[in-house]
């Protein structure tokens, strides 16, 4: 029986890396609470330090793929549970990504260990990551308002920057005033932000 593509690479010893198996190294790396080194990201692979560069920037965008990639699909299961659920549904999806993030031990570590880090790759817009999840809450809140489960006289780009900032704030406690992160007071105010249309019976 001839062997697909697939099995024959996987069954070559002479396979090539690509940049795709860098990024899902690093991936499997960050997930298990490991430190991502580029010098021994590239040694893992068997390429040189310049080949890695070229195929993922720096230690830094590489990080922001990441987590972007664990970010975007946590946010889709987590919307994809609540696509039932009645009234506003972007609060909830918001706190359980923050929840998500610290309960999953390798992004707790690099938020313990690197807050500084996480905080400016992660909020300003200039490192890509920040835009993508305001295009995400922003798209989500789009459909909660045409839903009619929420009500909101704040134009959706502010809300959507808004309820981002809110968000932020409280998850970067630990840097901006040393205190925990608090998802809890996050949904607090992300529930006030955004009122339920609907009155509750």
Partial sequence: MEQTPLQRQLSSPSRKPTALDAFRRARSDFLAGKRIDLQS??????????TLYRWV??????????????????FDDEWARLEARSGPRVPEVVVRLLRAFWSQPGARRFLEQENDLAMRLLTLASH???????????????????EGRVVSPIPLDDLAYTVLRVAESF?????????????????????ALLPSARPAN
């Fill in 41 to 50: 990201l590239a040694a893992e692979l068997g390429v040189s330090r310049v």
């Fill in 57 to 74: 920037g720096t230690r830094e965008q590489l990080l922001v793929e990441v987590i972007w990639a664990l970010t975007a699909q946590t």
């Fill in 128 to 146: 890509g990551f920040q835009p993508r999840l305001l295009d995400l809450l922003k798209s989500k809140l789009a459909e909660d308002l045409a």
């Fill in 171 to 191: 998850h970067y406690l630990p840097t901006i005033t040393g205190e925990p992160a608090d998802p809890d007071r996050a949904a607090r105010v992300l529930a």
